[in-house]
Each structure stands twice: as C-alpha cells, then as structure tokens.
C-alpha cells in the first residue's frame, strides 16, 4: 500500500479518540486530524480544484499543518511547499513566482506585510487556524488553474549553495523512499503504539520524510516547533523513545551540554542526516553514551536517502569504515563515474550516480549527482565533496572540503566553512569561516593560516578566513554558504584600522 492509499486509510478508518500527534504536550486525536483533513478537501472541492491540481501551503510544524497535507496527497492533488521561515518579502515573492490557484496557511503569516495581497493577487487564502478550523482569508481562484498530474510534492530544497530550488516528487518516489527506508506498516494494522519525533522542519525534505514515515507505519506522532535541547530531552524521557533523528549541529549540543547519559537512555540508535557528519562527532557520541550514529546519505531529488548505515552494520564495520556515509539501501543501486562517463574502479574518486525508483527518472536510468565519491571493495560510500562547489583559483581546483577539515584540526575550531568568493583577476578565490569552540580562546587568523601553509597546496590556502561566534546557517541547519559570503564581503567592506 503507498502513501496516497495509506493516507486515505487513515483519514477514513483510524479511530476518532486515537492519539495522533502531540504538539507542546497536547494531544490531537484522529478525529481532530479527520477534521481537519475533511474541511480542506470540501473548500478545495467547491473551489473546483480536483485531482493534480497545484494547492500552495506554507507549511509549519503544527498538527494543522500535517493534517492539511495528508488531505492534498490522500486526494492525489499537489502540495507546493513554501516556507514561512523566509522573511516577509521574501515569501511574497515566492508565492508570487508560484502562481498558485489556493494557499493554504496559518494565520500569523498571512498577517504579515505583503504576504496576504501576494497570494489573492493570483488565487485564494484559506487561513488555518489553530483549532484546525479552515476559513478563506481573501481572493478568488482564477478560472483556469496549473495542474502537475502524478506530483505529490514541490518541495523546496535547503538552499546552502544558492537560492531555494523546487523538486518535482512523484508519489512513485515517496513510495520508494518509504520502503527503501524500512517505514512500512506491519502487516495490516493501521496504528501503532509506539512514537516517533519530527524537530526537523516539515517544509524541508528532513522533517517531511520523517512525518510520512510516521503516518505509513501508524506511529503517534511527537511534532516540535524546532530542536531546541531541553525540550528534546524531556521529550525522549517522556516517551521512552528508541530511536530519534538528529542533525550534526544538534548532536554536537548534545554533547556540549553534557545531557546525563541516564535521560537518554531509552535511546538504542541515532540516524543523521541533512549535513554531512564528521565521524569524530559521531564516534564522540558513540564513545559518551554508547548509542550509535547511523550517518545516511541521500538528497531532495531522491526523495529522502539511498544509503546509510544500519545497526549490524555499525556493530561489524565501524572501527573500520567510520567516516564513511553507509551502503546501499535496498531497491537503490550505486556507481562512480568518471568525466566521461564510464565506471571507474573500485576505491576511485569520481562521480557518484544512482539508480533507484526514488529518482525523478525511475529505476532503468543512472542519474549522475553533483557529489564526488568513492566506493570500496565492501561497498561502502565515501563523500569527497561536491563537484559544483570546487572553486576554480586561477585554473586550480580547490575542493573546500579539503580546506575545511584542515582547518578543524585546529583544538579550538568548532566547526569550518569554505565558499568560493568572486575575484577579477583569478576567478574565484577560497575564503573560510570557522566557529570557535565554545569556553575556548578562539584561534588567531594568524594561527589558522599558518596551519593551513603547513598541510595545504598554496592555491589551497583562504585568501581570508574570519573567526565567528557561530556560523550561518539554513533552517535545516547546515551552514550557509551565500550567508557566509556575504558576512565575507561585508567584512571586506569595512573600513581598514590605522
């Protein structure tokens, strides 16, 4: 059974008084999950807007929220996410770019400046209230309206190297990703006791994953605004949970927070993903509290990931793969390729293709990705960066993942950064950022360059590294790399010191 008909089912026969989501310790039943469900599809019904048609929804981390998209994919129209974490004329202009026949969001975003007139300028504001309640905010929808038959999702990328792109999801690819990921029902029950958290945010491809995963398996549903720690913690001891998803920058505040190993303990595993994971990070982990850290590997345009770690597999490979981003999962194959296009050999740096279901051109057809890797002779992957961020220094490439690790071997570097800046006369140049470890004297420039002349090609070194407080960073917690240039540039700006 897929999404849209696990959605369906779900909306139509869980039990009115079963637990659904919990959201800031209150409970919605499905009844209240139902309800909701049921008013949007009537407005969209009598809107005349059916099946395949483009329904707008700046999406939050609310009980509302979700049960608003469960309504879109159970009735095979097509959510386009927009993300009300932008600033005002930001969303505006994204709503106004996407020419949307409905938009369906809370409240307090609609009130904001411009918002409102953006989106009754093209169609109708469905305002959803806390209480899961639909009312229409303004506007009228046009008379012919764009339709994108077969997607369930537009779903808007992190947007680290440049501005937000949207990827066309198929249900196929939802489907598929689901699978690949274990996250399917067992046997024919429709609910499940057990609980599962979403912190990442929905309108991310994170956060949307690990909802759905909790919809097509039955499980209650924890649903947190954003990571913040205390909350997170209380929400394991209180749950009991096994299992939870974390960003690298969430488990690095783990451990800098000391959490007693006791309010954790619940916990049997720890997945991450989003952003690369340093395997210091997650060894320091596995070393302080004995859960392990499953790194998994995948992108927006696969709808989630195609390779990880598992638990036999940490249990037998770790000490010897640590650092590496996992194996296969099933029904996704893997190669690396060279700028030709042909196979390269085993443990080789190259091109990392796939081939999966979970791709936009289904499983008979490798799709060449913007990551270096390698693949060894027991199959694991390697990530050597991505192709598109080498920085072209005056005819030499500079991969900035090479830079950064550099820098991080430096005691009081928390976490490096590195984006290619514009130069007249060379093309690009590097430029770093590093975030000091916090209770540490933060690293000279002097030092970091120096060490950086040690273990780096010349072309290699940073024309400017800037030591920051904390580095910038997308929703989804990696770091941003068009924030980082412009702090760049405007440093560079400012005045010279006598």
């Not at 859960?291 to 995948?298: E, K, S």
């Not at 004297?441 to 800037?466: D, G, K, N, Q, S």
């Amino acid at each position: 059974m897929g999404i849209r008909d696990r959605l369906s089912r779900l909306l139509a026969e869980a039990p009115a008084a079963a637990e659904a989501i919990e959201h800031e310790e209150v409970w919605w039943t499905w009844g209240s999950v139902q309800a909701t469900a049921a008013a949007v599809a009537r407005d969209l019904q009598a809107a005349g807007l059916g099946e395949d048609a483009r329904v707008g929804v700046v999406l939050e981390n609310r009980p509302e929220h979700v049960a608003a998209v469960a309504a879109l994919i159970a009735s095979g129209r097509c959510v386009v996410m927009l993300s009300p974490l932008q600033p005002a004329a930001r969303l505006a202009a994204d709503i106004a770019r996407c020419e949307l026949p409905v938009v369906i969001s809370g409240g307090e975003v609609l009130s904001r400046a411009g918002v409102l007139d953006a989106v009754t300028a093209s169609g109708l504001a469905l305002r959803l209230d806390l209480d899961g309640s639909v009312h229409t905010a303004g506007g009228t929808v046009p008379a012919e309206s764009s339709t994108n038959p077969g997607v369930a999702v537009e779903m808007l990328t992190s947007g680290t190297t440049g501005a937000p792109k949207r990827i066309h999801l198929r249900v196929e690819q939802l489907d598929q990703a689901l699978a690949s990921g274990g996250q399917l029902p067992k046997g024919d029950r429709l609910l499940s006791r057990s609980a599962s958290l979403v912190s990442a945010p929905m309108v991310h491809i994170g956060g949307l994953w690990r909802a759905l995963a909790c919809l097509a398996t039955g499980r209650r549903m924890i649903l947190m605004p954003k990571f913040v720690l205390e909350q997170w913690v209380r929400v394991v001891e209180r749950h009991q949970l096994r299992a939870v998803s974390l960003v690298p920058a969430a488990i690095r505040t783990v451990l800098d927070a000391e959490v007693p190993a006791e309010r954790l303990a619940s916990l049997q595993v720890v997945t991450s993903g989003t952003a690369p994971c340093p395997k210091e990070l997650a060894d320091r982990f596995f070393r302080s509290y004995g859960i392990p850290v499953l790194m998994t590997y995948g992108a927006t345009e696969f709808a989630g990931a195609v390779a990880g770690w598992t638990l036999p597999l940490h249990e037998k490979w770790w000490d010897t793969k640590a650092g590496s981003a996992g194996r296969a999962f099933a029904g996704v194959e893997l190669r690396v390729t060279g700028e030709d296009g042909a196979e390269l050999p085993i443990g080789e740096s190259g091109r990392l293709e796939v081939r999966t279901a979970q791709t936009a051109q289904g499983d008979t057809i490798w799709v060449r990705t913007s990551d270096l890797a390698r693949i060894d002779a027991d199959g694991f992957v390697w990530i050597d960066g991505r192709a598109d961020d080498t920085i072209i220094r005056g005819g030499f490439k500079v991969q900035p993942d090479t830079v950064k690790r550099v820098l991080e071997t430096h005691a009081a570097v928390r976490e490096a950064a590195v984006a290619g800046l514009p130069d007249t006369r060379l093309g690009q140049v590097p430029v770093a950022a590093v975030e000091a470890e916090p209770g540490s004297t933060p690293p000279a420039v002097a030092e970091l360059i120096a060490l950086c002349r040690e273990h780096l090609l010349p072309y290699e070194v940073p024309a400017h590294i800037l030591v920051l407080d904390e580095l910038p960073r997308t929703p989804s917690s990696k770091v941003s790399r068009v924030d980082l240039l412009d702090i760049v540039r405007a440093r560079l700006a400012e005045p010279t010191k006598a």
